[in-house]
């Protein structure tokens, strides 16, 4: 399969072939079609390194509107490492397409985001923390989301944000596409889903094989 196969646009296949991506792996050949031709929701079981990036942020890019300054989705990691590598990917598939992306995440003085935001972008990723801080200084609105991702979803459980998951799902439209990543699926993962997706679709995409 191509990734001109998957009705992605122009602007965006120039993008990733500089980038020297040839062809689609397996997770985006699952996910991107999903994305662009359903609005329900999707579970996808999914390891890091398997291309999980691409994945939703293509699909993401190819349907947000460039031209409406709207958070019109947010993406949100267990850590400002991945925000921060999330947010470059976001503006390297993006590059061909006016389209703002701004991390958000703990760790850095406030005072940078703030500016950063004085622009609306199109586009969060974001820890969770650091986004209700800037929510609650009226700084973040989410009431226009229409993508939602969570990336290592098993990961932010781990490191204690099932609290601040609730309170941001609360502040999000319910009519909103949600994609939920995780490398493993215990209880808690499967009681977000149940709770805060619409019957969600699942996928597993097999890890590498690796030779031991
Ligand atoms: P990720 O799991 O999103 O962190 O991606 C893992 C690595 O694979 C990153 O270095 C990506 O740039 C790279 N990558 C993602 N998709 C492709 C593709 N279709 N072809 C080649 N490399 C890719």
Known sequence: MTFKELNLKEEILSAIEELGFESPMPVQEK???????????????????????????????????????????????????????????????????KTRVVPVYGGEDIRTQLKQLDSTPQIIVATPGRLIDLIDRGKIKLENIRYLVLDEADEMLKLGFMDDLEVIFE???????????????????????EKHLREPQHIKIASKTRLS
């Open 171 to 193: 502040a999000m439209p319910a009519s909103r596409q949600s994609v939920l990543f995780s490398a493993t699926l215990p209880h808690s993962i499967r009681a977000i889903a």
């Open 31 to 97: 996910v991107i079609p999903f994305m662009l031709e359903n609005d329900a929701d999707l579970v996808a079981l999914a390891q890091t390194g398997t291309g999980k990036t691409a994945a939703f942020g293509l699909p993401i890019l190819n349907m947000i509107d460039p031209n409406l300054k709207q958070v019109q989705a947010l993406v949100l990691s267990p850590t400002r490492e991945l925000c921060i590598q999330i947010s470059n990917d976001l503006k390297n598939f993006s590059k061909f397409q």
